[in-house]
């Protein structure tokens, strides 16, 4: 066992070639190649977090919008809801205001109607209650309610006070036409004269007198000098009760006018 | 019974020789030669890379890793060598699976021709390193009393890593021989494979070394002292 020193050159020379054949075919190209494919990955990493980074940022972006958004939506359904409550609020007023004046026009219209109804009842009545009134004392006049309307006539003269008859008196002196007395039938010469007396009584002169018929006095005498009237007749009588039934149904009136604003308020 | 490849001889003439260890060099380094054009002959810079350039790069990262854990900052200048070191001794002494095969690597021409070349190799990177005078200057380190001790490193070092490797090989190659003339059955098979463990773990051994030797040469004094 001895060293060959031929074959240790030899060997050195095959190492150095061996070494310059693998860097030539084996070191070198492997890496190159890892180097490669590291820049590739790390330029494929710097790559995606750039990626990342604009998709981040596009995100980010995308969020922002959205929240913009929102509020953009926010404010304009806010928006929308507050003109609708204005617009409602508005509406309703007018309505109610509207509402207010066909009620008020409603109550007059209704008003005027009970008004009109009222009115329209009330000359009917009247009509009715004097055309009953009226034909019943046609019916009844006679002579012997000519005679009791004639003997009531001159108890009222008797009857009038001291006022009364001054008054009489001063307006028959002042004219000098004679008494005209109207009645609604032909008086009786018994109570013309009764009438006479009593006249001449009470003015204490002998006066000239005029006797007339005046159907639509319906019952009744009615003496006139100079202005001066004294009368008595049923038609009075109904003028009286026209008053007080005039007088009632205004009452009436009044009264269910203030019912229906009442029930309006 | 022939101790050593170099004893078998093809071909001679005076100092020049043909033996076997030069002929099984050539063979390995032509199938490592062949191999790797073929595998890195169309090298894919993808991701995506075939199963054999996969295999090729886990070594030369691995080598490169290694290189690189020992405390040499830039590896790639210097996995040309520490590399082919590994390689080669690793190759010749994978190769005893092959019937009558005998690994240059169980001749001491073969070691001391690779003991050599780290001898030459430290000063070498060192020089390129750090320059030729502070390369020197790591010689009379701590003091110039060391100069001697240093160089008798140097040398007995070198020496030391041609027997290693040639005593481990040469001896297994032995033992083989040897077991298959007491027990043929059996037992030269384990003892291949126990051989071919020590091959691998010389191989390591060796390339190692090497670095460890390489590295302490192109360490920069500078940023070991801070």
């Known amino acids: 066992m001895k060293i060959d020193w031929f074959t240790v050159i030899a060997q050195i020379l095959n190492f150095v070639i061996l070494v310059w054949l693998l860097k030539r075919f084996l070191y070198k190209p492997i890496l190159n190649a890892i180097d490669a494919r590291e820049k590739k990955i790390n330029a494929q990493l710097a790559d995606a977090e750039n990626k990342k980074l604009e998709a981040k940022l596009e995100h980010d972006e995308f969020i922002r919008k959205n929240e913009t958004f929102d509020a953009e939506k926010q404010q304009l359904m806010q928006n929308v809801i507050d003109e609708t409550k204005t617009e409602r609020e508005r509406l309703l007023k007018e309505a109610r205001i509207d509402a207010d004046a066909l009620k008020t ?161 | 019974m022939k101790l050593s490849p170099d004893e078998t001889v093809f071909w001679e003439y005076g100092f020049i020789n043909l033996n076997l260890t030069i002929v099984t060099t050539w063979a390995i380094m032509l199938v490592l030669a062949i191999v790797s054009w073929w595998i890195t002959r169309n090298l894919k810079k993808d991701i995506q890379i075939s199963r054999w350039q996969s295999l090729l790069e886990i070594i030369v990262i691995t080598i490169n890793n290694q290189i690189e854990e020992i405390g040499i900052s830039k590896p790639a200048k210097y996995i040309g060598f520490i590399g082919t070191l590994f390689l080669f001794i690793a190759t010749a002494n994978l190769f005893v699976i092959f019937p009558w095969y005998q690994a240059p690597t169980g001749s001491i021409s073969t070691t001391a021709a690779l003991a050599l070349c780290v001898f030459f190799a430290v000063p070498f990177f060192g020089i390129s390193e750090k320059g030729i005078q502070d390369y020197l200057k790591s010689y009379v380190q701590p003091t110039i009393i060391m100069l001697p001790f240093n160089l008798i490193g140097e040398v007995s070092r070198t020496l030391a890593l041609a027997i290693r490797l040639f005593g481990n090989i040469m001896s297994g190659g032995i033992i083989v021989a040897i077991l298959l003339s007491v027990a043929p059955l059996l037992f030269p098979i384990i003892m291949n494979a126990i051989g071919l463990l020590t091959g691998m773990v010389q191989a390591y051994i060796f390339s190692i070394l090497a670095t460890v030797y390489i590295a302490a040469a192109v360490k920069n004094t500078k940023s070991m002292k801070t």
Request: hydrophobic share 35%; net charge negative.
């Open chain 1, 105 to 265: 026009k409603h109550a007059e219209a209704l008003s005027e109607m009970q008004n009109n109804l009222v009115e329209e009842y009330k000359q009917h009545m009247e009509q009715e209650v004097f055309s009953i009134s009226k034909k019943t004392l046609i019916d009844l006049a006679s002579v012997d309610l000519e005679s009791k309307i004639a003997e009531t006539f001159i108890k009222q003269l008797e009857k009038l006070n001291e006022s009364e008859k001054n008054n009489f008196v001063q307006s028959f002196k002042s004219d000098s036409k004679p008494m005209i007395v109207q009645s609604a039938f032909n008086l009786s010469p018994e109570f013309q004269h009764k009438i006479k007396k009593t006249v001449d009584e009470i003015l204490g002169t002998d006066t000239d007198f005029e006797f007339k018929v005046e159907p639509d006095l319906i019952a009744g005498i009615e003496m006139t000098a100079n202005g001066y009237k004294l009368a008595w007749s049923i038609s009075e009588y109904l003028d009286s009760l026209k008053k007080t039934i005039a007088e009632k149904t205004d009452e009436i009136r009044k009264t269910a006018t203030k019912k229906v604003k009442d029930a309006n308020k």
